[in-house]
């Protein structure tokens, strides 16, 4: 817990930043650093300056402008009425006996010509002018230099305080520069960037005058009906406030778009500080696939491989290949997979090429010498080159030789038969080939763990297609490596940017926003698309528009694909909650009163047992107990023995105890597997102490069986929910709806890329698959048009969801009102009154 100090004014102070987290530091004098004076936020210096100069010089919490303080350098704004002349005369202070000599040999000679003393100095302005042109000619020399040193000891204590750059004219000390270096790491990981008024505003106006001349439109169709043809005008004005509502349901989330930049040189200063242990985040990579016959196996090799070869810890990356099929194809592809990648991982990280996937690699038409300055390396990337296309050869082998079963079924090469001969009845399995213990590259070095899961599967049961694989996965990497974040891909999307997980854990990691965070989600592009995109692929006003509009309310929905989770929110835990902020209030009034004159209100205190066991379940992150949908989880500190949370509570009645979970709660919740839920409560990842491989393989195989998911919440309040062919939308939905928190992170290189439909039938099939999953939200009890209304749902983002599940249905009124012409021609019956009409009624 921080430690609580008492300032100059009487206020409870922090010595914790708000904003990155870290220390305040104090002053020269001893005192806690303040920013702000009017509230107290607590804020340290390098955030404080940050702020003056980059953002909008405001405090966060008061929204008063910052003023000034002393040593810090100007910015835009700063007035000449600030109060802060006495800096200039703290920094360059001159030495007043020299030049005041000199001042008074001029100004105060004596009756025999010697000089006085003034009586009277002045302490308010500069000592820089003097009297006389001789005098000041004859000192101009000598106060030149003066000049100059105090100008360099003025930049030398600057850049101790991170403000001035060795460019800048600063000192070179090792020292120095280090302390420059921790200054900016404590810097804001990221920051939003608003657009543009000139950009936003004539587009929110356009909004406005639409919705206003759709009501008069509206009007007058609704109070001039056309008599001689009233159930063709009832059937045109119900299809046009049917396109009305989806236009509306469209526009309206875009009100407030945002752009998001990260600083990724920060990360680096804060999480691998040289000479300490990397503090970055272990990440968890899902790649699923089904059947490799329709899914190319060399597409999801390159997957893999882009996957391990990612710029990131390597103690800190695991990749996990779902085979929903349960395919030896796909098994003896990851084999191969996992022997070149001792190759090629080095390679990549060694000459930092982009893209990472090799098939992409090659097949770019770029100039690959540009920035590459090793000799080796013109010649290494022609033996890696050969060396991939024997890798293909081998995949090739491989595929023919999976288009002809055996009637014997599939054997393994050490003879055993294949378990997964039947794709609809075989056991689980699990394959770890890369990892701590395994495998090293060619260079002797660790790669990252790759793991093969295929989860169990008997007639008879729902398997839930690709949600439930997605949450066999959640629960077999949380029993072999458990990292608090995971990033799941389809088996034909690759990682086009090495380091898109350094852009999300700048969010995930950033220590105000990160834990309130379900998932950062990044654009899907895609390869192979002809010019004209023929088919809409790009999709490119969802993408580039619709999102940025969600970012700015409560976050992007989940597509699917190429999102980073928090473990957390996926267990289907609320959010922390924040603490509120004291209101201002005055002591113009006596306690009994309501008001104040700062319009604020006064609120009684609680009872003390009340707060007594709201302490209890903090402590233990249970939050909520009486409620099965809603689990907040505060602790930060892991919990290993489940039994043991009712031991040590023996001074606290019946009631108290009865509001903890039990293991039994937490057994009919997550199921009955006592490793994964101690998991569960291991916030930062890990695997639990005392535990070895066997025994984690052992209850890897346990957890995807099929009845584990037997009379729990998984698929209902917890991991990807079931229910609709579009598992995507409804999950971020469920995230959303318990006040989590979403971010879309658009880095200037496309983090990942994936193939695109490239005929027709291919893109029709898809646009009705998403279609049929809008229709099926729209029936279950998960519709947004009635579900969780008493939640933590922004109603913009209501607005987003509704539009998401309610567009299919439009294809019923556009085929109407499409129709209602040709009626119209052939019945000589119109829609609209004709003008003698008009006339009549007027």
């Not at 800190?316 to 996992?338: H, Q």
């Not at 024997?390 to 055993?416: H, Y």
Request: hydrophobic share 35%; with cysteine; charged share 25%.
């Amino acid at each position: 817990m921080a430690a609580l100090f008492t300032g100059s004014h009487g206020h409870l102070e922090t010595n914790i930043c708000k904003v990155c987290g870290d220390e305040i530091g104090r002053k020269e004098n001893g005192d806690l650093f303040v920013a702000c004076h009017e509230c107290k936020f607590p804020v340290c210096r390098p955030c404080y300056l940050y702020e003056r100069s980059e953002g909008n010089q405001c405090c966060p919490q008061c929204n008063v402008r910052y003023k000034r303080h002393k040593g810090c350098p100007r910015v835009v704004g700063d007035g000449e009425e600030s109060d802060d002349g006495d800096d200039f005369e703290d920094e360059f202070q001159i030495k007043s006996q020299q030049e005041t000599r000199d001042h008074n040999r001029v100004d105060n000679p004596s009756e025999n010509g010697d000089s006085q003393p003034p009586k009277q100095s002045n302490t308010n302005g500069f000592a820089f002018s003097y009297a006389g042109s001789v005098a000041g000619k004859d000192l101009e020399g000598d106060r030149d230099d003066e000049w100059k040193d105090r100008v360099e000891k003025w930049k030398t204590r600057q850049e101790k305080r991170g403000l001035v750059t060795k460019a800048d004219g600063g000192a070179t000390d090792p020292g120095e520069e280090d302390d420059f270096l921790m200054a900016e790491a404590r810097q804001p990981l990221w920051r939003k960037l608003p657009i543009s008024s000139s950009l936003i505003n004539p587009y929110r106006i356009v909004i406005v005058v639409r919705f206003v001349i759709l009501i008069f439109f509206f009007r007058f169709r609704i109070l001039t009906p056309a008599s001689d043809a009233y159930p063709l005008w009832l059937i045109s004005v119900i299809c046009e406030i049917w396109f009305a509502l989806s236009w509306i349901l469209d526009q309206f989330p875009k009100w407030f778009p945002i752009n998001r930049e990260t600083y990724l040189d920060r990360l680096s200063l804060r999480f691998e500080r040289e000479g300490e242990p990397n503090g970055l985040l272990p990440v968890d990579f899902f790649v699923s696939s089904v059947d490799p016959l329709k899914e190319p196996p060399i597409i999801t090799a390159n997957t893999v491989l882009s996957i391990l070869s990612v710029d990131y810890p390597v103690e800190k990356v695991s990749c996990y290949v779902s085979d929903d099929g349960a395919s030896m194809l796909l098994f003896d592809t990851l084999s191969e997979t996992a022997e070149f990648a001792r190759r090629w991982v080095p390679f990549a990280k060694k000459y930092s090429i982009e893209p990472r996937a090799p098939e992409f690699y090659f097949s770019e038409k770029i100039d690959y010498l540009k920035d590459k300055v090793q000799p080796t390396f013109v010649k290494d990337r022609r033996a890696m080159k050969r060396e991939y296309e024997e890798f293909k050869v081998r995949i090739n082998a491989l595929v023919a030789k999976a288009m002809k079963k055996p009637e014997e079924g599939w054997v393994m090469q050490d003879g055993t038969p294949w378990p997964g001969n039947d794709s609809r009845d075989h056991p689980g399995m699990i394959q770890v080939y890369l990892g701590s213990g395994g495998a090293l590259d060619v260079e002797g070095k660790e790669l990252p763990k790759l793991v093969y899961v295929s989860r169990e599967k008997r007639p008879g049961y729902n398997h839930h297609k690709k949600a439930g694989a997605m949450n066999a996965l959640i629960r077999v990497s949380a029993v072999l490596t458990n990292a608090p974040f995971m990033l799941n891909l389809d088996c034909d999307h690759y990682v086009n940017n090495s380091k898109a997980v350094r852009e999300a854990m700048c969010f995930l990691m950033d220590p105000q926003l990160g834990k309130k965070l379900c998932y950062v989600q990044f654009p899907q592009r895609f390869d192979g698309i002809d010019r004209n995109d023929r088919y809409a692929n790009r999709n490119v006003v969802f993408f580039d528009i619709n999102m940025r509009g969600l970012d700015g309310i409560q976050g992007p929905v989940y597509v699917g694909t190429g999102c980073v989770f928090n473990r957390q929110a996926l267990y289907g835990y609320d959010p922390p909650v924040s603490e509120k902020r004291p209101k201002m209030t005055c002591d113009c009034w006596p306690s009994w009163c309501c008001c104040c004159c700062c319009g604020g209100s006064r609120k009684k205190s609680k009872d003390k047992s009340k707060s007594k066991k709201k302490g209890l379940k903090a402590l233990f992150g249970l939050g909520k107990i009486g409620s099965k949908k809603k689990y907040s989880k505060k602790s930060m500190t892991p919990v290993y023995d489940l039994e043991g949370i009712e031991e040590g509570l023996e001074g606290y009645d019946e009631l108290e105890k009865s509001s903890l979970m039990s293991q039994k709660n937490f057994e009919k919740r997550f199921g009955q597997s006592p490793v994964f839920i101690t998991t569960t409560l291991m916030e930062n990842g890990g695997i639990p102490e005392g535990t070895n491989s066997n025994s984690l393989i052992k209850e890897a195989i346990h957890v995807i069986s099929c009845g584990y998911e037997e009379k729990t919440e998984w698929g209902k309040e917890i991991g990807w929910i079931y229910g609709s062919i579009t598992e995507d939308i409804l999950t971020g939905f469920k995230m959303h709806c318990r006040g989590w928190k979403s971010v879309y992170c658009m880095p200037k290189r496309s983090a990942f890329k994936g193939s695109a439909p490239i005929n027709l039938s291919d893109r029709l099939h898809q646009v009705l698959r998403w279609a049929l999953g809008s229709v099926e939200i729209f029936m279950s009890r998960h519709c947004p048009l009635w579900y969780a209304w008493a939640g933590k749902l922004k109603t913009l983002q209501r607005l987003a969801y509704i539009n998401t599940i309610v567009y299919p249905f439009t294809s019923i009124p556009l085929l109407a009102y499409c129709t209602l012409p040709a009626v119209c021609l052939l019945t000589g019956k119109f829609i609209i009154p004709t003008v003698k009409f008009l006339l009549t009624v007027s």
